[in-house]
Structures are given as C-alpha cells and as structure tokens.
C-alpha cells in the first residue's frame, strides 16, 4: 500500500530572477523602430495565425517572456488553449491546425533554426503555395521581427508573468 502526501497549500516558488539590463529605456530609439518594424511586419496577416507564429519562434528560442506575452494575446484573440499547448509538438497533431497553418508553422521553424544554413526549398515552396507573395514578405518579416524580440528578451533575462493581454498592441 502506497501513501500519497497532498501538496502543500502554499508551494514556495523559486525567486523570479532580476532583468540584466532594461534595454528598451537604455536604447529607446533601438525600442521605438522595433515597435515600428513590428507593426509594419504585422500588416495583412491574421492576428491568430501571427499569434501561433510568435508563440512557436518563442518556444524554439525559449523567450519565456514573449510565450508570456504572445499565449495571452493569442487567448484574448481567441485562440484555443489546446492548440497552443500542441503547438510545441505540432508535427504529432497536424489535425489540428490548417494546412495554412502548417505551412506558416514549418517556415517559421526553417527561419528560427536556420542549423543547416538556409530555409529548404521544399518549406519555402510549401508556405507560397498558401500564402501570395506580398502575404508571403509579410510573414517571413513578422518571423524575423519575433526572433529579434526573442534575442532582447532572452539576452536581457526579461522575466515573464508580468504581461496583460494587448499590453504591447
């Protein structure tokens, strides 16, 4: 016979550890055209699908911060909690995700972990089969703005929980 033991009803968390440096006040005119750049990168594309973008180029480069952030506003936009939650193993579950979908997913990962030096042919020709060309350039900036977020994010240790959705909109 086993004994379970309940878990304590204020678990201690570890610390949350201290930002290494505040680099949106310290280069605000670096800040203030990533924001624009990420606007601008945004244009045309399903707030969703840019949502599903961000969350997996987040997981791939492990910016706690920016799942923090782009799992809320992908709530608020509607989003299922079941598709962010597969979206990490989204070639066991392509069910559920479109076609569409997939194609944004996959070319993401080609740009995010570019370990082979170069996004395949077979990536890139899939995802310009769902998307036209101007919606194409469109996607491939937002992926390279999201990695840009990710690098800040992880280099300066920013700390995640703090986010409210449509916080940064």
Same mark, same amino acid.
């Given at each position: 016979?086993?004994?379970?033991?309940?878990?304590?009803?204020?678990?201690?968390?570890?610390?949350?550890?201290?930002?290494?440096?505040?680099?949106?006040?310290?280069?605000?005119?670096?800040?203030?055209?990533?924001?624009?750049?990420?606007?601008?990168?945004?244009?045309?594309?399903?707030?969703?699908?840019?949502?599903?973008?961000?969350?997996?180029?987040?997981?791939?480069?492990?910016?706690?911060?920016?799942?923090?952030?782009?799992?809320?506003?992908?709530?608020?936009?509607?989003?299922?909690?079941?598709?962010?939650?597969?979206?990490?193993?989204?070639?066991?579950?392509?069910?559920?995700?479109?076609?569409?979908?997939?194609?944004?997913?996959? @070319?993401?990962? =080609?740009? !995010? #972990?570019?370990?082979?030096?170069?996004?395949?042919?077979?990536?890139?020709?899939? %995802?310009?089969? /769902?998307?036209?060309?101007?919606?194409?350039?469109? @996607?491939?900036? =937002?992926? !390279? #703005?999201?990695?840009?977020?990710?690098?800040?994010?992880?280099?300066?240790?920013? %700390?995640?929980? /703090?986010?409210?959705?449509?916080?940064?909109?």
């Amino acid at each position: 016979m086993t004994t379970e033991t309940a878990p304590p009803a204020n678990p201690s968390y570890a610390p949350e550890p201290s930002p290494r440096l505040n680099w949106a006040e310290l280069a605000p005119d670096v800040y203030k055209a990533m924001v624009r750049l990420d606007a601008a990168a945004r244009k045309g594309l399903d707030p969703v699908l840019l949502e599903l973008v961000k969350i997996r180029a987040s997981q791939l480069n492990h910016c706690a911060f920016c799942l923090d952030m782009h799992t809320k506003d992908a709530l608020a936009a509607g989003e299922s909690v079941q598709r962010i939650v597969q979206l990490s193993a989204w070639e066991e579950s392509p069910h559920f995700y479109t076609e569409r979908e997939l194609a944004a997913i996959e @070319l993401t990962e =080609a740009v !995010t #972990v570019l370990t082979d030096g170069f996004v395949p042919d077979e990536v890139y020709e899939k %995802a310009a089969r /769902h998307f036209a060309e101007t919606e194409l350039a469109q @996607l491939i900036a =937002a992926i !390279t #703005v999201i990695n840009a977020w990710n690098r800040f994010g992880v280099t300066c240790r920013l %700390a995640p929980g /703090h986010y409210q959705a449509g916080q940064h909109k």
